[in-house]
C-alpha cells in the first residue's frame, strides 16, 4: 500500500513538474494549446466588462478588504504574504481576521476555522492561518459571504485579509496584494497554453501592490521585495502546542542526517534554505497539498524536516518514532511595502465602486 501511495505521488509530482516547465517556455504543447488559451482570455475580458459596466456588481463590506493573491497558477508566497499583511496591521493596531477558499477540503459550506478543525474540512493554508496568526478565520467558496460570516462572528474585526480571491471580483477590495515569484509570468500566456490567470496588465491598477518573492523584479511592474526566512526549527508536538520555532534547534538539527518533505509547488526553495542553513539533507518532494494519508518516507526514518503546511497534516501520534521537525518560513517586507498597506487602510471616500479588476 505504501508503495502504491509513492507511485502516486511521484506520478503526481512528475505531472506537476513537467507543467510547469512547459509553462515556462513558448514550445510546440504550449503553441497547441493557444487557441484554447485565446478563448479562455476572451471570457476573462467579457467578465471584467460586466462588472466594468455594472451588470455585475461587486459587494463592499463595512470594513477594508485586502486581497493577496497572484496572477500566476501555483505557489508564488500567497500564504507567508498573508501572514506577513495580517501581522503588520495588527502591529499598527488593527484588528484583522482572514478569508480563504479553502482549496482542497471536502466541503464548500462556510466554516469558522479552529485549531482543532481537522485539515480535510477547512484546507491545509487556513489552517496553518489559524495556527501562525492565532486571528479569526473563515473559509468558503462565496468570500463575500465567507467575510459576513466573520464579522458575524466577530464584530470587533476592522480589516479583513482574503487570501487568493484577485480574481473573485464580486468582492469589492480597498486594496490588493499581487505577489510574483522569480517565474514572473512563465511563458506570457493565459491558461492553458501557459500559466496566466488574467494577462498582465500594462501598469499597476489602483490602490495594488507587488510584492516580488525574488531578489529581482521579474516583471515590468514596479514593487517591493520579500526576503524569505527559515524562522528556526521546532519539534512537531511543540509546533501544535504553540511553541515558537528556534534558530539554535535548526542549528542543532546540521548535524543530523534528515529527510527533508515538502507538499509546495516550488518545493526546491525550501530545500534549498535548510541547505544554506547547513543542514545535510535528502530532498523528499511532494505533490502541492500533499495530504499525508500515508506517510511518505520509511517507518524507520530518524529525522524528518517538513515545512508547516505539512506539518497541519501531521498529528505527532501518528509519525511513530520518527523525530519529525517544523521548520517555519516567514516573509520579511520592507519599509516602502508597509507604508503603501497602511495607505490603503485610509478612510473611504463615498463613492459607487464596482471593485479593482486587474485591466
Not at 516547465?21 to 476573462?44: E, K, Q, Y
Not at 484546507?123 to 473563515?138: A, F, H, Q, S
Not at 480571491?165 to 517565474?183: K, M, N, S, T, Y
Not at 499525508?292 to 498529528?315: F, H, Q, R, S
Request: glycine share 8%; aromatic share 6%.
Amino acid at each position: 500500500m505504501a508503495r502504491r501511495a509513492d507511485a502516486r505521488a511521484g506520478a503526481a509530482r512528475a505531472v506537476s513538474q513537467r507543467l510547469q516547465r512547459a509553462w515556462l517556455s513558448r514550445g510546440p504543447w504550449a503553441i497547441a494549446l493557444l487557441p484554447l488559451a485565446v478563448l479562455f482570455a476572451a471570457l476573462v475580458a467579457a467578465r471584467r466588462a460586466l462588472y466594468r459596466l455594472g451588470w455585475l456588481r461587486s459587494e463592499r463590506l463595512p470594513v477594508p478588504v485586502i486581497v493577496v493573491g497572484n496572477l500566476m497558477v501555483g505557489g508564488a508566497g500567497k500564504t507567508p504574504t498573508v501572514m506577513a499583511v495580517a501581522s503588520t496591521l495588527r502591529r499598527h493596531g488593527f484588528q484583522p481576521g482572514v478569508i480563504s477558499r479553502g482549496y482542497g477540503r471536502q466541503s464548500d459550506s462556510l466554516l469558522a476555522v479552529e485549531r482543532d478543525t481537522r485539515v480535510e474540512r477547512c484546507g491545509d493554508e487556513p489552517l496553518l492561518l489559524r495556527i501562525r496568526l492565532n486571528l479569526p478565520v473563515v473559509v468558503g467558496t462565496d468570500r463575500v459571504a465567507a467575510a459576513r460570516e466573520l464579522l458575524r462572528r466577530h464584530p470587533h474585526i476592522d480589516a479583513i485579509v482574503s487570501d487568493d480571491g484577485l480574481q473573485h471580483l464580486r468582492l469589492a477590495r480597498d486594496g490588493q496584494v499581487i505577489v510574483f515569484d522569480e517565474r514572473g509570468v512563465g511563458n506570457g500566456w493565459l491558461l492553458p497554453a501557459g500559466p496566466l490567470r488574467e494577462p498582465l496588465p500594462q501598469h499597476l491598477p489602483a490602490d495594488s501592490i507587488v510584492l516580488y518573492n525574488a531578489d529581482q523584479a521579474t516583471t515590468r511592474l514596479l514593487g517591493s521585495f520579500a526576503r524569505r526566512r527559515l524562522a528556526g526549527a521546532v519539534a512537531l508536538a511543540d509546533w501544535w502546542s504553540g511553541q515558537p520555532a528556534t534558530l539554535e534547534t535548526l542549528t542543532e538539527l546540521a548535524n543530523r542526517p534528515l529527510i527533508a518533505a515538502a507538499g509546495m509547488a516550488q518545493p526546491n526553495r525550501f530545500f534549498d534554505m535548510l541547505r544554506s542553513a547547513g543542514l545535510n539533507i535528502v530532498p523528499l518532494p511532494l505533490p502541492d497539498h500533499h495530504d499525508y494519508a500515508e506517510l511518505p518516507w520509511p517507518a524507520d526514518t530518524g529525522d524528518v524536516i517538513v515545512t508547516e503546511k505539512d506539518a497541519v497534516k501531521l498529528v505527532p501520534g501518528r509519525v511513530g518514532r520518527t523525530s519529525v521537525w517544523v521548520a517555519p518560513l516567514d516573509f520579511d517586507i520592507d519599509a516602502q511595502f508597509e507604508s503603501a498597506l497602511l495607505a490603503l487602510m485610509r478612510p473611504r471616500p463615498t463613492r459607487n465602486d464596482h471593485g479593482h479588476p486587474i485591466a
